[in-house]
T-cell receptor
Framework: RKEVEQDPGPFNVPEGATVAFNCTYS??????FFWYRQDCRKEPKLLMS???SGNEDGRFTAQLNRASQYISLLIRDSKLSDSATYLC?????????????FGAGTRLAVHP | DTAVSQTPKYLVTQMGNDKSIKCEQN?????MYWYKQDSKKFLKIMFS???????INETVPNRFSPKSPDKAHLNLHINSLELGDSAVYFC???????????FGDGTRLSIL
């Protein structure tokens, strides 16, 4: 079983729509969780960290459910510029070293 | 004022050759990383250095040898290149082992 699993998509949504992605992880000792965004042929960029209490950054809301071992990302009022691949990322329990484990990504395409 | 810069951006070479990719960061970070993103878009960590010391060495063929002459540089040398080495290689850095990582814009390696 992969350490981090995501639906590859693509999710095709119209501008203004609300879209949600889920991601599951297999290591219950995983320490930290993030969502990264990767545009086509570009480097991954940190979108937001994910906390157990849930956190929001503008139109983006992230949630962590440790009991069920999944994290989610909700995007409200989608913009064309949100089109990208969203990578679910975690750090396993590895002695404190920051080894990022990436999911394969979920592709989002926002259309007019 | 590029933060994490990699050279070259594109590298096309023949099987069996030896090549190097260079990475430099001007952020004053202590920790640097090499990741590989294959054709299926999976990003996997290869190596990590903290203050010039190797701290993460994933299951990577020993044809791959990282070198960190100082904490602002982490180079990757690859011997006897194989077809399966074709991928995008990303360098990243972080202030220390527990902080978010900033990625370079990748080196696209194609083996003929």
């Amino acid at each position: 079983r992969k350490e981090v699993e995501q639906d590859p998509g693509p999710f095709n949504v119209p501008e203004g729509a609300t879209v949600a992605f889920n991601c599951t992880y297999s290591n219950s000792a995983s320490q930290s969780f993030f969502w990264y965004r990767q545009d086509c042929r570009k480097e991954p960029k940190l979108l937001m960290s994910v906390y157990s209490s849930g956190n929001e950054d503008g139109r983006f809301t992230a949630q962590l459910n440790r009991a069920s071992q999944y994290i989610s990302l909700l995007i409200r009022d989608s913009k064309l510029s949100d089109s990208a691949t969203y990578l679910c990322v975690m750090t396993p329990f590895s002695g404190g070293y920051n080894k990022l484990i990436f999911g394969a990504g979920t592709r989002l395409a926002v259309h007019p | 004022d590029t933060a994490v810069s990699q050279t070259p951006k594109y590298l096309v070479t023949q099987m069996g050759n030896d090549k190097s990719i260079k990475c430099e960061q001007n952020l004053g970070h202590d920790t640097m990383y090499w990741y590989k993103q294959d054709s299926k878009k999976f990003l996997k960590i290869m190596f990590s250095y903290n203050n010039k010391e190797l701290i993460i060495n994933e299951t990577v063929p020993n044809r791959f040898s990282p070198k960190s002459p100082d904490k602002a540089h982490l180079n990757l040398h690859i011997n006897s290149l194989e077809l399966g080495d074709s991928a995008v290689y990303f360098c990243a850095s972080s202030p220390d082992v527990s902080q978010p990582q900033h990625f370079g814009d990748g080196t696209r390696l194609s083996i003929l």
